[in-house]
């Protein structure tokens, strides 16, 4: 993937598409993402979970320091590329008024086990569907932000395209727009922390050891 160089500085988005079918609603959703993100001078690269069995976290503690001790599907993969990112964008068809399960169990593994890619970097969910369910979809989405550190984009509505035999989200103007500002929104925040950066913001200190579980 190459990056586009954007006032001295490179920056990149890695969007994910939970999706099993490639170039579906969901693809045409973060494609539009990714369009206006090139008008802003931004790269972008769409990762496809694509249709192949994934496997759900078992909580065996046996991550890795290259992730997931699993290796017979793309997390890990998508756990290196992370590492060089500096935002990201997980799409998700709707199914029962849910994310995709393939995109929940791809997620589960990929911030458990390389957590620090994603940590401090600006994240967004798109959730698409025929008629309902996307914004229990978004929420659900939204979780592994808010545990991991991540600024969350907004955009003008919730990020939302509807749309269901393939092709159809592009009929969906709002939604479209939705995506476009939201991928504005998503420049501008990068835009600001490398701005940050160069006036000598540093990270916020994460403060650690105290964890209280219900039953002790």
Aim: proline share 4%; charged share 20%; hydrophobic share 35%.
């Amino acid at each position: 993937m190459k990056s586009i160089e954007t006032e001295d500085i490179q920056m990149r988005i890695l969007m994910l598409n939970g999706s099993p079918r490639p170039n579906g609603n969901t693809f045409l959703a973060l494609s539009e993402i990714g369009k206006q993100l090139k008008e802003e001078g931004i790269d972008y690269e769409i990762f496809q979970i694509g249709g192949a069995p994934i496997r759900d976290c078992l909580g065996c503690g046996k991550c890795t320091e290259n992730g997931c001790v699993f290796t017979d599907d793309r997390v890990n993969e998508f756990i290196a590329k992370a590492k060089d990112a500096d935002g990201f964008v997980f799409g998700t068809p709707v199914y029962y008024a849910h994310p995709s399960g393939r995109i929940l169990s791809f997620l589960d593994r990929a911030f458990y086990s390389g957590s620090g890619a994603f940590r401090f970097k600006p994240g967004a969910a798109v959730a698409v569907a025929r008629r309902g369910g996307t914004t229990a979809s978004f929420d659900c989405l939204n979780k592994y932000f808010g545990i991991s550190q991540m600024p969350v984009i907004g955009s003008t509505y919730w990020n939302n395209v509807h749309g269901a035999a393939p092709g159809e989200a592009a009929f969906d103007a709002e939604g479209l727009q939705t995506m476009r500002n939201l991928a504005r929104n998503l420049a501008w925040m990068l835009k600001c922390f490398e701005a940050g950066k160069k006036s000598g913001i540093s990270l916020p200190e994460t403060e650690k050891g105290n964890r209280t579980n219900y039953i002790r």
